[in-house]
């Protein structure tokens, strides 16, 4: 069970749009529509910010949203805040009732 | 609002027994529509999964951590607990716990929500 990989660090500026990949198997991200993603600001928990692929979470920004093709997911943040810089995570079930993170992206806004 | 708080110590030397809990509250442990898991960070790094257990006590693995994990499930407390022994300084890590949601059907796996506030544990001697 291999980590899902993520860009170490992506950057946009206000107001534009950024994704971020995560690349895993067809054992897991190929196989499942089960990806979900996480925002963490320093010392904080993560927060849960896109589930099952495109699905917003009450009270998550719809300036966020999931997609994926075959053994990649993406989350895009559109119309980039200050407050959106923060490390993302992407997750994915991985069979077997087992569970698989990505190595986190961190995203500057510029 | 449910809320998970970990506690346990924040310090353990080396080749000894990691021993945190989870406390639940706002909810019951044994909703049969989550499961209930153990995540860790290093720090500055990215996230583990550990395990999950659902409150029948039907309990998963990471499998690079197996042989040396144990979680639990105490419904009378509503906690839940995770036991990582022969640690060494690679387990100094902040160890979060959080609730998994569980696909009625297949019993598969989704989301983490919500999350604890996380405890660092320091292996050292």
């Known amino acids: 069970q291999s980590a899902l990989t993520q860009p170490a660090s992506v950057s946009g500026s206000p107001g534009q749009s950024i994704t971020i990949s995560c690349t895993g198997t067809?054992?897991?991200?190929?196989?499942?529509?089960?990806v979900s993603w996480y925002q963490q600001h320093p010392g904080k928990a993560p927060k849960l910010m896109i589930y099952?692929?495109?699905k917003w979470p009450s009270g998550v920004s719809n300036r966020f949203s999931g997609s994926k093709s075959g053994n990649t997911a993406s989350l895009t943040i559109s119309g980039l805040q200050a407050e959106d810089e923060a490390d993302y995570f992407c997750?994915?079930?991985?069979?077997?009732?087992?569970?698989?993170f990505g190595g986190g992206t961190k995203l500057t806004v510029l | 609002q449910l809320q998970l708080q970990e506690s346990g110590p924040g310090l353990v030397k080396p080749s000894e027994t990691l021993s945190l809990t989870c406390t639940v509250s706002g909810g019951s442990i044994s909703n049969t529509s989550y499961y209930w898991g153990w995540i860790r960070q290093p720090p500055g790094k990215g996230l583990e999964w550990i395990g999950s257990i659902y409150y029948s006590g039907s309990i998963y693995y990471n499998p690079s951590l197996k042989s040396r994990v144990t979680i639990s499930v105490d419904t009378s407390k509503n906690q839940f607990s995770l036991k990582l022994n022969s640690v060494t300084a690679a387990d100094t890590t902040v160890y979060y716990c959080a609730r998994l949601l569980r696909l009625k059907n297949s019993g598969r796996t989704n989301w983490f929500d919500p999350w604890g506030q996380g405890t660092l544990v320091t292996v050292s001697s």
């Open positions: 067809s054992s897991d991200v190929g196989s499942y529509n089960l």
């Open positions: 099952e692929v495109n």
């Open positions: 997750c994915s079930y991985a069979g077997s009732y087992t569970v698989v």
